[in-house]
């Protein structure tokens, strides 16, 4: 039913005697009107707390519980359908997720979208937009505060057992990418609370206010590899405004969206409101990215492919409906600054878990670092140590420090540049190095010392577990700061380490656009929603800040409304 009155029923009008005649006027049945809810006041759920990560000492219940969790997902080849308005897809064309840990163990075989699927994924959106978009900001929220629940509670294992198994992440890796998941679900919903709170003043004469539209049309999700947090969040995100969205995950983490997916559905969210596509990048993205009805792009990723989805937008801009929001996270060559005041102990203690924590797979990850010449033996000296205690292999072992690389693509990329490092004039391999694809696609944590500040090691992302070291003079600090600025094309996260605080204002004044997180004394991985809100500009995206009413002001189209009174 629409905002209109019954046009065609009318009822004579009680007037004065003796005055003309009046024109009909229709009568409104309230009744048959849509309501914003059924029940009156705001509801103001709890104020979100993040999520704790949980410990998985040897024999405690969560390290129980994960194994039982473990084999149960072991014990069965999954069959990954589409989910079409609420319907399994299976299309026949189907593909294997492997471990990477284990590469000749199948863990799902998964179907592919093809032409027709993506058709159908495109009109289910469009028909479940209506209903959802008109759906009171209580109910829509409440899904997602149920979907929170979920996925610390029963869900909570069988998503990190995913995690681990389908990207090969350690235990505590996949649980505080779970966690963070549950902080997405809840801290987006004070965030959009936020954002309804915002609303323009009024006079005497004249009532304003903003109504909060979704956008019009549907929302096209690209999630990464890399974490099952970023993969829900970035449909989910839109959804919560009111949009309805296509979700294309990568092809190797098919198992955790699946079950996101599931999580979703048994929080209450309406078929149709998220589309869960499989399948290559090319044979989705082309013919979403060409559709009228596409209002915007959600995506992690890498750089180039981004470039690519923006450039098709731009050649098809004459044929949406309106003009598409873009938001995008993609890559990142961080770096770590350290002042020659810096402790050479607390060097080592922000480097180890940064450079190689989840072998280096994470966007924020340490790639290149400068260091002070006068400082660099002892730091070299013991990260070698550290790194040579760190336990590299299978993660179902829940003492394995580190993981495989994602696949074959990635592994031949780090091989090939730890092999031009041992090559290079004024390069060397100073610590590790060493490769194994014999059963998984492993690559042991490697520093690199250059003495090219242009190397491209130093300006190229990897994305795998590779520091890369240039050593600096003592006392060219304010040079090196200059270095750091305009060597890479990225502008993700970065770290200065200083006790000097002279030092650590220049360089946090000096670096300021260098780092959408830029952190002083601390690692430049492990941002926390509602605390270190996540994303970087240049080459590394549009800085719109996952996890916070940055970010989801991008799925909404304000309307203002003034009333005369």
Known sequence: MTLTSKLGTTRAARRPEGAGEEPARPIVEWSELPSRSATTGVA?????????????????????????????LLAERFELPLVIGGHRARTGRTFEAVLPHDRRQVLATVHAAGPGEVRAAIDAAIAAAPAWSSTPFEERMA????????????YRDRLVAATMLAISKTASEADGDVAELVDFFRFNVAAMLRIYDEQPSSTQQALNRVDYRPLEGFVFAVTPFNFTSIAGNL??????????????PASVATLPAYFIMSLLEEAGLPPGVVNL?????????????????????????????????????????????????LVGETGGKDFVVVH???????????????????????????????????????????????????????????ATDLGAVIDRSAFERHRDAIAAARVLEGTRVTIGGRIDSERGWFVHPTVIET????????????????????????GTFEDM????????????????LATDRLAVARAVARLRHAAGNLYVNDKPTGAVVAQQPFGGARASGTNDKAGSMWNLMRWTSPRTIKERL
């Open 44 to 72: 103001r759920p709890a104020p979100p707390i993040n999520e704790p990560i949980r410990s998985f000492a040897l024999a405690s219940a969560a390290a129980e519980g994960l194994e039982a969790a473990l084999g149960v």
């Open 143 to 154: 899904v997602f505060l149920r979907a929170a629940n979920l996925a610390a509670g029963s």
């Open 235 to 248: 449909p989910c995100a839109p959804a919560l405004l009111g949009n309805t969205v296509l979700w294309k």
């Open 277 to 325: 596509l499989f399948g290559r990048g090319t044979d989705v993205g082309s013919l979403v990215l060409e559709d009228p009805n596409l209002a915007g792009v959600h995506f992690t990723g890498s750089s180039d492919t981004f470039k690519q989805m923006w450039s098709e937008v731009g050649s098809n801009i004459a044929r949406y409906r309106s003009y598409p929001r």
């Open 340 to 398: 020659p005041s810096a402790e050479a102990s607390q060097v080592v203690r922000v480097l180890v878990p940064s450079a190689f924590g989840y072998q280096g797979q994470k966007c924020s990850a340490a790639s290149r670092l400068y260091v002070p010449k006068s400082l660099w033996p002892a730091i070299r000296d013991a990260l070698g140590s550290e790194v040579e205690r760190l336990v590299v292999g299978d993660v179902r072992d829940l």
């Open 451 to 474: 003495d090219d500040p242009g190397s491209r090691l130093l300006s190229e992302e990897l994305f795998g577990p590779i520091l890369t070291a240039y050593p600096y003079d003592d």
């Open 481 to 496: 700061l200059a270095l750091v600025d305009r060597t890479s094309p990225y502008a993700l996260t970065g770290s200065v």
